[in-house]
């Protein structure tokens, strides 16, 4: 079966780094686009970015680049996303998702929950 | 980058009602929209891809159409279970966007 498990909620303090994780599972992990989206209370989808583990291609949505930094070990099946400084309005669930050929993302993490607070 | 007009934001309709919804893209994007349910407190799940295409497992009551800027995403007959936010969102060339979504109740 193909999974994609995200990494547990984490409740953090503004300026604090952080990096959450999304394993791959039940397919060739370096063979697919990975996707991390936003969601913020209450509000819709962002797409951030996406990386190709196979070679580390990376590409950011404009609204995210310099905010986040999207990376992949492919040893372990594992892409992560992370952040040097929170935020409180980093608060918000983040879902990883792979991506189909054609431009769809087929199987989503189950999302891990980010709190920054003071 | 693209942007994608989604409407309505929200809507409630009847058990049996026939409900649609479009996504206006802000340049031509061929047939590459995607469109997805999303429950309360669950992740999304894929419906349609490339406009018009049902993915497997999904019920045929769902449908989609359209091509270049102009999309539309079909329940034939509501039911129950299909309260949900429904998304399109649009691919070109590895960077994606996202409709601001559309909630569907039951009137």
């Known amino acids: 079966e193909v999974q994609l498990v995200q990494s547990g909620a984490e409740v953090k303090k503004p300026g604090e780094s952080l990096k959450i994780s999304c394993k791959g599972s039940g397919y060739s992990f370096t063979s697919y686009w990975i996707g991390w989206v936003r969601q913020m209370p209450g509000k819709g989808l962002e797409w951030m970015g996406i990386i190709y583990p196979g070679d580390s291609d990376t590409r950011y949505s404009p609204s995210f680049q310099g905010q986040v930094t999207i990376s992949a070990d492919k040893s372990i099946s594992t892409a992560y996303l992370q952040w040097s400084s929170l935020k409180a309005s980093d608060t918000a669930m983040y879902y990883c998702?792979?991506?189909?050929?054609?431009?769809?993302?087929?199987?989503w993490g189950q999302g891990t929950l980010v709190t920054v607070s003071s | 980058d693209i942007q994608m007009t989604q409407s309505p934001s929200s809507l409630s309709a009847s058990v049996g009602d026939r409900v649609t919804i479009t996504c206006q893209a802000s340049?031509?994007?061929?047939?590459?929209l995607n469109w997805y349910q999303q429950k309360p407190g669950k992740a999304p799940k894929l419906l349609i891809y490339d406009a018009s295409n049902l993915e497997t497992g999904v019920p045929s009551r769902f449908s989609g159409s359209g091509s270049g800027t102009d999309f539309t995403f079909t329940i034939s007959s509501l039911q129950p279970e299909d309260i949900a936010t429904y998304y399109c969102?649009?691919?070109?060339?590895?960077?994606?966007?996202f409709g601001g979504g559309t909630k569907v109740e039951i009137k």
């Open positions: 998702a792979r991506l189909f050929p054609q431009g769809s993302f087929g199987v």
């Open positions: 969102q649009q691919y070109d060339n590895i960077f994606l966007t």
């Open positions: 340049q031509d994007i061929s047939n590459y």
